[in-house]
Structure formats: structure tokens, C-alpha cells
């Protein structure tokens, strides 16, 4: 079973731009969730996504968005980009449908966004 | 808001010394995670605890859960090269669903 694929790795943008990651979950699995690693602030939960919906969101600004599309594969986009959103961004897909993540979450390898 | 709290922060060990790493809660845990990562790449699963009391092992590194589910440790055997990295904790936080909070992370190095 292939794992999860973030694209892409690596990624420079200046101020300002926007940007577009993408993560393609194991597959099978529907919910894919995404987190923010930064070095002050460590690892940060972004927002979860399971057939489409958004489940939960995290303590970020309106410019972080994301999606999912009905074969599970989610994007997420930042706008306006600021220096501070220069971090390392995870995705994790697992087969959790119910309450609580009861399960594991498979991690991608991630995408080191630098904003210069 | 629920915390978790590692400790300790960065761990130095000669190769084939035992060690352990703790994360302690604010809260209550309901679902608590152990994950290693490689410096700027992804989480691999570890383990995964939920009842009071349990306990997994997995090659050499073993996980126990307290009975009051609070604080959790994952103990390294006879710790190999392979065993560095940062280990982190995560847990499901109480009233909020479908995400992880996490701790800040411990960095293991091993000395050959």
C-alpha cells in the first residue's frame, strides 16, 4: 500500500504570494487531517477533512484553507503569505470515521514552505 | 485547554543504555499517541494507548499509560543509532474531535 504523498517536498515563495499544497491519503482512508510544525511553536492542528467535510478547525487565521475532493486527496492553501507561516506542513490520513481519532494517523513526509 | 508536557527536552545516551521519556497531561488522556520523527520529516506511529494501566511494546521500546491516565512513558532497551531522533507524544484533547494536541517533542541522540 503506497503512504501518504505530500507534493510538493520543498517550496520558496515570497511575501504575499499564495500558495497550494497537496496530500494524496492511503488509500481507503477518508479523513485527512493537516498540521503546521514550526520550530517556537511546534506541531499545530490545521484542520481535518473526512468525505469532503470540514470536521474541525484549528486556532489559525481565515488565509488558511483547505479542501478535500470526493477521492479523499485534500489541498490546503495559504494566501497573503506572511514570514511566520514559513514551517514545515504535515498531512495524516487514517481510517477514523467516528468521534474521537481512535485510530493511527499515517504522516506524510511533509512540506517545508519557506516565505522569504 | 488541555497541555502536554515532555520530558525531557533532549536526551543524550550511549548506545546500549536504556532510557525514558515522559509526557505528563493537564487532563485527562482518552487516546495518547507515540510517534518518532527524522529532523524535517514525517511521524511514524509508534504506539497508540488508551486504558488506564496499559502497557505495549514493540521491538525494544515499550509504552505504559498511568492508571489515572495522565501521564505516559515510552522506554528504549539497550538504545541503538536507529533510536535517534525526536519523539513525540499526541493526544486526542477532551471536547474537541478528529485532531491531535502534542507535545513539544523529545530529541534523542545516541553516542556510539
Known amino acids: 500500500k503506497a503512504g501518504v504523498t505530500q507534493t510538493p517536498r520543498y517550496l520558496i515563495k515570497t511575501r504575499g504570494q499564495q500558495v497550494t499544497l497537496s496530500c494524496s491519503p492511503i488509500?481507503?482512508?477518508?479523513?485527512v487531517s493537516w498540521y503546521q510544525q514550526t520550530p517556537g511553536q511546534g506541531l499545530q492542528f490545521l484542520f481535518e477533512?473526512?468525505?469532503?467535510?470540514?470536521?474541525n478547525k484549528g486556532n489559525f487565521p481565515g488565509r488558511f484553507s483547505g479542501r478535500q475532493f470526493s477521492n479523499s486527496r485534500s489541498e490546503m492553501n495559504v494566501s497573503t503569505l506572511e514570514l511566520g507561516d514559513s514551517a514545515l506542513y504535515l498531512c495524516a490520513s487514517s481510517s477514523n470515521s467516528g468521534t474521537r481519532v481512535n485510530t493511527e494517523a499515517f504522516f506524510g513526509q511533509g512540506t517545508r514552505l519557506t516565505v522569504v | 485547554s488541555q497541555e502536554l508536557e515532555q520530558s525531557p527536552q533532549s536526551l543524550i545516551v550511549q548506545e546500549g543504555k536504556n532510557l525514558t521519556i515522559n509526557c505528563t497531561s493537564s487532563k485527562t488522556l482518552y487516546g495518547l499517541y507515540w510517534y518518532k520523527q527524522k529532523y524535517g520529516e514525517g511521524l511514524i506511529f509508534l504506539m497508540m494507548l488508551q486504558k488506564g494501566g496499559e502497557e505495549k511494546s514493540h521491538e525494544k521500546i515499550t509504552a505504559k499509560l498511568d492508571e489515572k491516565k495522565q501521564q505516559s512513558s515510552l522506554h528504549i532497551t539497550a538504545s541503538q543509532p536507529s533510536h535517534a531522533g525526536i519523539y513525540l507524544c499526541g493526544a486526542t484533547p477532551p471536547g474537541s474531535n478528529y485532531q491531535l494536541i502534542w507535545g513539544a517533542g523529545t530529541k534523542l541522540i545516541i553516542k556510539p
Open positions: 488509500s481507503g482512508h477518508r479523513s
Open positions: 477533512y473526512f468525505s469532503e467535510t470540514q470536521r
